[in-house]
Nanobody, 124 residues
């Protein structure tokens, strides 16, 4: 069983930055990790993902060049650095895990474990 706990959300002005963390417990060896978000009244959408091998990443077009995923496998933690935030980035952000040895995916239905989410609010 894998448990995921997000932290780092909050209120920030447009143009600002936040770094989200996702601490994993349990066996996550060879798991890929993803970040998703869900705004009120909207479906959960893909933000970015990263394989166990840090060289493989994918991002949603809406966040490319602004958001960066990284992971510290020794600490069992995944990060989402968010820069140049916009009001449309406001959402609950979720960390998710998929694996082991499964490929990267942008489909939230393909993820195996989820965190409880952390709220990010960007004011204009």
């Amino acid at each position: 069983q894998v448990q995921l706990v997000e932290s780092g959300g909050g209120l920030v002005q447009a143009g600002g930055s936040l770094r989200l963390s996702c601490a994993a417990s349990g066996r996550t060896f060879m798991y890929s990790m993803g970040w998703f978000r869900q705004a009120p009244g909207k479906e959960r959408e893909f933000v970015g993902c990263m394989s166990w091998n840090p060289g493989l990443k994918d991002y949603a077009d809406s966040v490319k060049g602004r958001f960066t995923i990284s992971r510290d496998n020794a600490k069992n933690t995944v990060y989402l650095q968010m820069n140049s935030l916009k009001p449309e980035d406001t959402a609950v952000y979720y960390c998710a895990a998929r694996g082991p040895l499964k490929g990267l995916t942008t489909d939230p239905r393909a993820m195996d474990y989820w965190g409880q989410g952390t709220q990010v609010t960007v004011s204009s």
